[in-house]
């Protein structure tokens, strides 16, 4: 009797094996409870020219999103770039009403940009303008990645990242 149990488990666990190789097995994923992209309005510039880069933010939590802390640094390749001269010169939140300016552009800090309280299912879109410098270097591309902190309503947190933002490259005239 013994022998037979432990048969039906191997085979059992065996069946349960393959089915998880291949994809079959359903997966016990949900949803993330903070949701960060990132967009531009245009993938090239040339010196001297803007591109703004749009930061979503979406609460895929039940309770409300009262706090985050958002960072942005260039990549590694940007980093190895030292001809590409550029800089956030803008900032501005998104609201119902239209475009109301914000602060902390830079390195740090840009979650205060969000606005208070992000209800469930709500999103909030942050836009900086990159500037690129007149005399900034040709054919790069300048990439940055971010990292995030969101506190909860409920005392929950969640942290994600690096989020990478599409690469803009600056192109000679």
């Not at 037979?4 to 191997?10: C, K, Q, S, V, Y």
């Not at 065996?14 to 409870?33: C, E, R, Y």
């Not at 985050?68 to 590694?76: A, K, N």
Request: glycine share 10%; with cysteine; aromatic share 10%.
């Amino acid at each position: 009797m013994r022998s037979t149990l432990l048969r039906r488990l191997g085979l059992t666990a065996v069946l349960a094996l393959a089915l998880a190789l291949f994809g079959l097995a359903p997966s016990a994923q949900a949803a993330a409870p903070a949701d960060l992209t990132f967009t531009t309005d245009s993938a090239t510039t040339t010196p001297g020219g803007t591109v703004n880069l749009s930061m979503t933010i979406t609460n895929n939590q039940t309770y409300d999103i009262w706090f985050i802390h958002q960072t942005i640094e260039p990549t590694w390749l940007t980093t190895q770039r030292p001809d590409l001269k550029y800089g956030f010169t803008g900032c501005t939140l998104a609201t119902a009403e239209g475009a109301t300016p914000c602060s902390g552009t830079g390195p740090a800090d840009l979650g205060t940009n969000y606005g208070a309280t992000i209800p469930p299912g709500q999103s909030r879109t942050v836009t900086l303008t990159l500037q690129v410098a007149a005399d900034s270097g040709c054919n790069g591309n300048i990439g940055f990645y971010s990292y995030y902190y969101a506190e909860f309503s409920d005392s929950t947190s969640t942290s994600g990242g690096p989020v990478y933002t599409p690469e803009t490259r600056v192109l000679c005239a």
